[in-house]
Every structure is written in C-alpha cells, then in structure tokens.
C-alpha cells in the first residue's frame, strides 16, 4: 500500500525535468498519487506532456496563475473528470530579471506587483477554486525561500513576495483549519532551476550553504519532493500553517 493510494491531486509549476515541482510530482507517484498537471504556455506544454505521461498522467492543462478565470478553469475541469481533490502543490513564482538585478529601494511599482501577483497572490485564487473540491479535507504546499525571513543579498523582490506567501500560508491555514484543509510551505535551500538562473550569484548561494549549512551540502529537488510528500500526506495530519525548512539546516546556521 502506497502513502497517496486513492488520493488526486494537481501540480503547479513544473517547467522541466530540473523544477522542484517535477521531485514533487515524482515522490507523489511513487507513493501511489494520481496527478494533474498545468503549463504556463506552448512552448512549455511541449516539456510538460512526455514528463506528465511518464508518471501515467492524462489531465494537463494550461495556466498563467496571472488570471483567476485560468486558475478556476483548471478546478471545473478537474470537478468534471475526478469531482475531488486531495491535494494541491504550488510552485510558481515569478519576477523581472531586472528587478532582481537592481537594488531593493530600485524596484519598479510594476515589478513588485507582478513578483507579489504571480508568486504570492496566486496562492490566494487557488486556494478558493480548490475548497469546494476537497469537502472531504486536503492538503496545500506551496514552495518558499528563506528570503523571505532574512535580508538574502540578490534576492531582493522576491525575498517580500516570499515573505507575503509565507504570511498567506499562516491566513489561509487558519481559515481552511476547521475544514481539515491544511496549507503548508517548503522552505527549500537553494537548488539549480530555470527560475533559480534569475537570482544573481546563484553559484555562490550554492557554495555557502555547502560551506555554513550543518549538513555541509546542498539539498535536492528529491528531499524538497519528499518533504512535500509528508506535508501533503496523512503522515502530516496534525500540521498546517507551517514553514518547513529544507535546507540541511541552513536558517540555523549561516552565520
Ligand atoms: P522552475 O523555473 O522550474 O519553476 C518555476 C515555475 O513557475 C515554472 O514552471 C514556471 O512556468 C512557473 N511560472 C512562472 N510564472 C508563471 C505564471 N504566470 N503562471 C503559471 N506558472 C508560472 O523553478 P523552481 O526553482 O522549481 O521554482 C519552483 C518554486 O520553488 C518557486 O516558487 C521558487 O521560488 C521556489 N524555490 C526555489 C528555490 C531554488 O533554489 N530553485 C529555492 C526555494 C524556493
């Protein structure tokens, strides 16, 4: 018998082979889970379907998380083919290059609000579009940073949409509690992703964490994958509104 026998639910964000979602999406399969996909866009798609159809998935359907009428679509498809959901992973975010690039005080009106809208915010819509499926209780994880509690040098904007997301967690756990819906983050040290090309020094990050973290190494997309699996699985029943660090111990250690 599998952690996930019997359970359904839907992934967000996978881009390729490298994406935290995809070391998700395979610890949920394994554990005997049954998963629906999205794309952001075509050129996506073509990545997402032969990496959704190994894991024997048939449900794969586009989303910008910019737009509540995409995020509801994806729930009334999801009702008409399965009617309930157990569990949702949200791993998206997103920022300009150049607001990543220029000091924190430099940021754009603009470009703070598309890194707050599509990787903060987004978590907000999903979340109200899941809860009529999941009537008999489910699971949430989104994925965070620990940008999002300390001042990380280049992390700038997303450091305070991470931190919005982490405090959208703890709200939306306290609402969703009393329907035995959990909502969770990830706080994944630092692992080499099309989104992590984005974050200046990125290669120093990895150094550090190798240097200062007590297990002295990075972590991997399968340990962010396994962590999930427990947050989203009934191993984690009594858990919600929590921050789970993955990161070999890192926000303990680095200085
Ligand atoms: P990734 O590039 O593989 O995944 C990011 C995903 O966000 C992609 O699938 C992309 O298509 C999606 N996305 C961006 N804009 C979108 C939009 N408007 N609508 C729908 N989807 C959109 O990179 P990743 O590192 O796997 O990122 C996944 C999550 O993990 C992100 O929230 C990221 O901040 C977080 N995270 C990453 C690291 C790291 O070091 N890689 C560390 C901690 C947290």
Request: proline share 4%.
């Amino acid at each position: 018998m599998g952690l996930m026998d019997g359970k359904r639910g839907v992934i967000f964000g996978v881009a390729n082979d490298r994406s935290i979602a995809w070391g998700v999406a395979q610890q949920l399969h394994e554990a005997g889970a049954e998963l629906a996909f999205t794309y952001l866009n075509e050129a996506l798609e073509k990545r997402v379907r032969p990496l959704a159809g190994s894991l024997g998935s048939t449900i794969i359907l586009p989303c910008d998380v910019g737009s509540d009428d995409e995020i509801a679509a994806v729930f009334k498809e999801l009702e008409q083919q399965w009617g309930t959901i157990d569990f949702v992973v949200h791993a998206v975010a997103f920022a300009n290059r150049e607001d990543l690039k220029r000091p924190f005080s430099q940021t754009s009106r603009e470009g703070f609000n598309l890194a707050m809208d599509i990787s903060a915010y987004s978590l907000v819509p999903m979340t109200r579009y899941a809860m009529p499926l999941m009537s008999a209780g489910g699971s949430i994880v989104t994925m965070s940073y620990l940008g999002a509690m300390l001042a990380v040098p280049d992390y700038n904007v997303m450091g305070v949409a991470k931190a919005a997301l982490e405090a959208s967690v703890r709200y939306l756990a306290a609402e969703l509690g009393p329907q035995k819906i959990r909502v969770n983050a990830v706080s994944a040290g630092p692992i080499k992703t099309l989104a992590a090309s984005g974050i200046g020094n990125f290669k120093q990050k990895l150094h550090t964490m190798e240097e200062r973290s007590p297990l002295r190494r990075t972590v991997t997309q399968e340990e962010v994958g396994k962590a999930s699996l427990y947050l989203l699985s009934d191993l984690s029943t009594g858990v919600t509104g929590e921050i789970h660090y993955v990161d070999g111990g890192f926000n303990i250690s680095a200085l």
